[in-house]
């Protein structure tokens, strides 16, 4: 199977969703630096197809609630998602 074939399988359902993570520092990271990682990911995920962005530790204790919602927010944002209901 190429690369292009294996692409158009997971756009269209067929096979896994590859899974991609954080890297450890994200959550404690400066917030342009999120915001530069996202928009990596999101332009990646344009080109090859779609992902699961996860963090394999979970969302760490010091992250705050005002906090995970704004990367929440900015990856929303940066998907063109900010008004799908349903979307995170």
């Given amino acids: 199977m190429t690369k292009r074939e294996w692409i158009k399988n997971i ?8 899974v991609a993570q ?12 999120q915001e530069v990682y996202l ?8 080109k090859y197809g ?6 394999s530790g979970g969302v ?7 906090d995970f919602e704004r990367i929440i927010e900015l990856s929303r944002h940066l998907r063109g998602v900010e008004n799908a209901k349903g979307c995170v």
């Fill in 11 to 18: 756009i269209e359902g067929r096979t896994d969703i590859p």
């Fill in 50 to 55: 779609r992902f699961i962005l996860l963090d």
């Fill in 39 to 46: 928009q990596k990911m999101v332009s990646l995920s344009r």
């Fill in 22 to 33: 954080h890297w450890g520092g994200f959550f404690n990271s400066q917030t342009r630096q």
């Fill in 60 to 66: 760490p204790e010091t992250v705050t609630k005002t």
